[in-house]
Nanobody, 118 residues
Framework: VQLVESGGGLVQPGGSLRLSCTTSGFTFSSYIMSWYRQAPGKEREMVAV?????????NYADSVKGRFTISRDNAKNEVYLQMNSLKPEDTAVYYCKGRSLLPMREYWGQGTQVTVSS
């Protein structure tokens, strides 16, 4: 099983980034996919989640609603996080996670650094 995040980097406040998570080794379409982030000295927090199969249901942390969009491409086994209007407080390591309910399984990527600074 592999989950590999990419697309992180340094961006100025107000800028945009698109994170990608490329996966392999599990039935991607059956997994609920999420993005989490962890800032220095803080706990890891959920940023966005998208349902399995059709991906028709999404949910976001209040702090990113209206600015971030999660999406998935089941044909490519990838999940994305479009981040707009970035703020310095969005600076963190961003992780993608795949979760299956039956059977109960959970997989994490290694993370990608996002730094928002002028």
């Amino acid at each position: 099983v592999q989950l590999v995040e990419s697309g992180g980097g340094l961006v100025q406040p107000g800028g945009s980034l698109r994170l990608s998570c490329t996966t392999s080794g599990f039935t991607f379409s059956s997994y609920i996919m999420s993005w989490y982030r962890q800032a220095p000295g803080k706990e890891r927090e959920m940023v966005a989640v998208i349902s399995s199969i059709g991906g028709g249901t999404t949910n976001y942390a209040d702090s990113v609603k209206g600015r971030f969009t999660i999406s998935r491409d089941n044909a490519k086994n990838e999940v994305y996080l479009q981040m707009n209007s970035l703020k310095p407080e969005d600076t963190a390591v961003y992780y993608c996670k795949g979760r299956s309910l039956l059977p109960m399984r959970e997989y994490w990527g290694q993370g990608t650094q996002v730094t928002v600074s002028s």
